[in-house]
């Protein structure tokens, strides 16, 4: 199972901007569907980007043209740059590995980003 750590969350105000960084093991990372998810406080957890099997990427409404999804296969890494943040951005991020059959994916812990003056 590919394992993923995330990091560059923290407490930014409205307005501001962050960029998360997903690290992760294993020697097929190239093969996984790569994405940003977030949970917020009391709300189920919704797809923020990501890529899908084609390559192609997508991005939920209500984060297109504030966020970016990138990665790059031979350092294992997967970052989500953040600008214009808004309070309601508030929520744990997870970067998420699709499993592809027979490589299991998986998900990181999480990293907590506060959007607050």
């Known amino acids: 199972q590919v394992q993923l750590v995330e990091s560059g969350g923290g407490l930014v105000q409205p307005g501001g901007s962050l960029n998360l960084s997903c690290s992760a093991s294993g020697e097929i990372f190239s093969i996984y569907p790569m994405s940003w998810h977030r949970q917020a406080s009391g709300k189920e957890r919704e797809l923020v980007a990501g890529f899908e099997k084609s390559g192609s990427i997508h991005y939920a409404d209500f984060v297109k043209g504030r966020f970016t999804i990138s990665r790059d296969n031979a350092k294992k890494m997967v970052w989500l740059r953040m600008n214009s943040l808004k309070p309601e951005d508030t929520a744990v991020y997870y970067c998420?590995?699709?499993?592809?059959?027979?490589?299991?994916?998986?998900w990181g812990q999480g990293t907590q980003v506060t959007v607050s003056s």
């Open positions: 998420h590995a699709e499993t592809v059959a027979p490589f299991p994916g998986g």
